[in-house]
């Protein structure tokens, strides 16, 4: 059992190119695509979140929750901002350089908390939100 144990070791330390679970993984590649990808799902939400407010402010002012929504739809593009800004710089880092590992880990975990408060602001501004389906009449109506 030893003698099975040391020969498996000494296959880890030697490597095989084969097995895939051996060759190691460049850490600053992973994080830049992770970056990359968080980028483009912070642009589709902020996308999102602008055709949001277009449509609070087409509604004008008579709308319940006009300035509700005005200030969580406008906290949240703000945040995105502020995440998109963040993870640019966190994917210009090198992360494979040691001193700058704790920098990028606490910047990481700031877009972490930031990206679930807009996440939580979300939900509201859909609990809130506008959805024009045309089954309501926006003002008063004529009859013939």
Request: aromatic content about 8%.
């Amino acid at each position: 059992m030893i003698r099975i144990a040391l020969h498996h070791e000494r296959f880890i330390k030697m490597g095989n190119p084969s097995r895939r679970d051996e060759i190691p993984i460049n850490i600053n590649h992973y994080a830049t695509k992770k970056s990359v990808a968080e980028s483009m799902l912070d642009v589709a939400l902020f996308m999102a979140n602008a055709t949001q407010l277009k449509a609070v402010l087409e509604q004008g002012p008579s709308f319940q929750y006009y300035v509700t929504l005005i200030v969580l739809i406008s906290i949240s593009l703000f945040f995105q901002v502020v995440i998109g800004i963040m993870l640019i710089i966190i994917a210009r880092k090198n992360l494979n350089v040691i001193s700058k590992q704790q920098r990028l880990d606490m910047l990481n975990n700031i877009v972490m908390a930031l990206v679930f408060i807009t996440v939580v602001l979300n939900i509201f501004i859909t609990a809130f939100g506008v959805q024009k389906s045309g089954l309501y009449p926006v003002g008063p109506t004529r009859k013939p």
